[in-house]
């Protein structure tokens, strides 16, 4: 059971400089409050996610530990309790009828979802979990039985994958979307692998079970991270991947269903954009304005995001924009944070070389407008690996007003990785 802290007047004020490019006006820190939840030692949150699991509205998120091999569903009473639910979904000892014993090699989690895989209308949850040196790595299917309980069938609900030919690969995120359009979600999974380039697909047969022999070219090495939109308006939804080793971008485009109603694949389009860094994340977003999605490309080591804009159905270097968010983002949200019709950008950066834990929030992408920065206390190191984000998600009431941000019921999951807490960061400052 985890221990509920309530940190308030939460964060210490930093004034940082100015990042590096000048593009922005002014980033500021400030400061906001935080509810930290203490994991059991040895659990190591690398992925979060945030849905309503339970239909009563308000936002519950999920974190999947890398260590634990456990997921841990909060549900959210009223923007004020958050319930811990652990998942174990450890599979050694059930798949191979032994016990693990302590040099037994780990799967690890490294990746969460929330999709209705069963289309019973609740959100279930999607794990991706593998490492270079166990066959067990695949996906794990939560099904969410109405109101926020999660069952789990070992030997049922697992899918593992073995793309054919490759060698020390394992799946590092996935993404759920409808790719035959039978109002099922389907799964597509990245497979990182220095040696070769394969992404997985779990067709869902209808009734929360899926097809696994399906695997297509990712057009590069170390296919790492992966999403997916409709990038060329022909109602099927396409998938781009970021690769790792190769920092390559490529997009395959869903090739729908043959005259018998068969799926036909993925097929990579045109070349790779080269980013010369490691892709840790990519994700679309449809922003005001533009016909197709704009890509969102998360790159640590560049301190940047970069969007790449959707031109006839391709991205490229020309077509794209660069974001300064502070030091090494590992992951991003793009959303309309204030719910005004603009998009914004949230970044968890991770702590490196001792320059603290921040949460970074650009809330206008196109004035470039609203850049703030907040900075865990010093204290909290706690190498931020994973970001995601609820509109609805705590009860601030009892701010006080002056400080009150323009969405008080917004907040953000954080997860730390090396201090093995995860973050709820909300109560953001007004400008
Ligand atoms: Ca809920
Ligand atoms: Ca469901
Ligand atoms: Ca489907
Ligand atoms: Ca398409």
Redesign the pocket.
């Known amino acids: 059971m985890q221990k509920l802290f309530t940190c308030w007047p939460g964060l210490f004020v930093i004034i940082l400089t100015i990042v590096q490019g000048g593009a922005l006006a002014s980033p500021q820190s400030l400061r906001a409050r935080y509810l930290k939840f203490d994991l059991p030692d040895g659990s190591y949150p690398i992925a979060s996610a945030t849905s309503d699991l339970n239909g009563d509205s308000w936002t519950d998120f999920v974190i999947g530990n890398q260590g634990s091999e456990d997921v841990v569903v909060f549900l959210n009473e009223n923007g004020l309790n958050f319930h811990p639910q652990h998942i174990d979904i450890k599979l050694r000892v059930e798949r191979f009828d032994k016990e693990r014993t302590p040099d037994d090699p780990w799967r690890y989690i490294t990746n969460v979802l929330t999709s209705?895989?069963?289309?019973?209308?609740?959100?279930?949850i999607v794990v991706t979990a593998g490492s270079h040196y166990v066959p067990d790595q695949g996906i794990s299917i939560l099904?969410?039985d109405g109101n926020g309980s999660f069952s789990f069938n070992p030997r049922r609900d697992n899918y593992f994958i073995y793309a054919p030919g490759e060698l020390e690969s394992y799946p590092s995120k996935s993404v759920a979307t409808d790719l035959n359009l039978d109002g099922y979600p389907d799964i597509v999974v990245a497979n990182s692998n220095w040696y070769g380039g394969k992404v997985s697909v779990l067709l869902n047969k209808g009734d929360g079970t899926f097809t696994t022999d399906l695997h297509f070219s990712s057009g590069a090495i170390d296919p790492y991270s992966i999403a997916a939109a409709n990038i060329d308006g022909d109602r099927l939804p396409d998938i781009a991947v970021g690769h790792g080793l190769s920092g390559e971008l490529s997009l395959l485009k869903n090739l729908g269903n043959d005259s018998n109603n068969i799926w036909r694949g993925l097929r990579v389009v045109g070349s790779p954009i080269q980013t010369e860094q490691f892709i840790i994340q990519v994700s679309f977003k449809q922003i005001q304005g533009l016909q197709h999605p704009a890509l969102f490309v998360v790159t640590p080591s560049a301190n940047q995001i970069r969007a790449y804009f959707n031109r006839n159905g391709s991205y490229s270097n020309e077509d794209s924009k660069s974001y300064d968010v502070g030091p090494h983002p590992y992951e991003a949200i793009v959303e309309d944070f204030r719910n005004d019709g603009h998009i914004g950008l949230a970044t968890a950066n991770y702590n490196l070389n001792g320059r603290g834990d921040q949460l970074s929030i650009l809330t206008n992408l196109a004035s470039l407008t609203n850049q703030n920065f907040y900075t865990l206390p010093s204290h909290e190191f706690g190498k931020l690996v994973s970001i995601s984000y609820g509109s609805k998600m705590i009860d601030s009431s009892s701010l006080d007003p002056d400080d009150k941000e323009p969405n008080p019921l917004q907040a953000f999951v954080l997860a730390g990785w090396e201090n093995q807490s995860v973050y709820l960061m909300y109560g953001f400052d007004k400008e």
């Open positions: 209705d895989i069963d289309k019973d209308g609740d959100q279930d099904i969410n």
